[in-house]
């Protein structure tokens, strides 16, 4: 079974999450930030579940922390909070968060949002980790991507919801994405807003330079990647 992650010190958040996950993925429970970063430093599970408010700081740190290591990069972040202001979920889904579930909660809904977000992860993993698109390269494992510059590569350092972008786009060259379409490639069911996408993006292409133009805005569509070969140089 998928190991799940559970950061919630509420005991009876724990015990409802247990009834909705219990009987179908590995919980491990920890009641604080310190207790988890010692899970993760001797166990890597499948998902991290993760409240914004915890005893000993904030989850967001967490979340930022997860993201900026590239042994954890990969794992998919939920956060389950009654934190909830349109503030804290744009500023989670920045630094990484693949969905946020409102408390209280559905029990039936968060089993169903769990059991999509590890669908979705096991689909990147079966596709294929590697993909070449002339000077890119994009390493789905490692959660990187490197562009190829006065023959030597160079690492993009992007952030987890910018390479999935980066991937979505250029998995479909041509193809023209809207902004919902490319919401819902980073987080399923959960909505983000038009102005979040534009920020990642916008922040992806500075960090694409020069080829920046690979990925092309289609006034009032959307976003496209464009194929390498035709891409000004």
């Given at each position: 079974m998928s190991g799940v992650l559970v950061v919630e010190?509420?005991?009876?958040?724990?015990?409802?999450?247990?009834?909705?996950?219990?009987?179908?993925?590995?919980?491990?429970?920890c009641d604080g930030l310190a207790a988890a970063r010692a899970v993760l430093s001797q166990w890597r599970p499948d998902l991290v579940l993760l409240d914004v408010g915890l005893p000993d700081g904030d989850g967001l740190a967490l979340c930022s922390e997860l993201q900026s290591d590239e042994a954890t990069r990969a794992i998919p972040v939920m956060f389950l909070s009654g934190r909830n202001s349109v503030d804290t979920k744009v500023t989670a889904f920045g630094l990484g968060a693949d969905d946020f579930v409102d408390k209280p909660f559905d029990l039936a809904e968060l089993r169903a949002r769990?059991?999509?977000r590890l669908r979705r992860s096991r689909s990147v993993?079966?596709?294929?980790?590697?993909r070449v698109h002339g000077p890119l390269r994009i390493d789905r494992d490692r959660f990187k991507a490197y562009l190829l510059e006065s023959g030597a590569e160079r690492d993009l350092d992007l952030t987890a919801h910018e390479l999935r972008l980066l991937a979505?786009?250029?998995?479909?060259?041509?193809?023209?994405f809207s902004r919902a379409q490319l919401a819902k490639a980073l987080v399923g069911e959960c909505v983000i807003t038009e102005r979040t996408i534009d920020t990642h993006l916008c922040n992806l292409r500075?960090?694409?330079?020069r080829r920046r133009d690979l990925i092309e805005t289609v006034r009032g569509a959307g976003y496209r990647f464009v194929e390498p070969s035709r891409s000004r140089a």
């Open positions: 010190d509420c005991s009876d958040t724990r015990r409802l999450i247990d009834r909705a996950l219990g009987s179908q993925f590995t919980l491990r429970h769990v059991a999509a993993e079966r596709y294929g980790a590697l979505a786009l250029a998995d479909a060259p041509g193809r023209v500075r960090k694409l330079g």
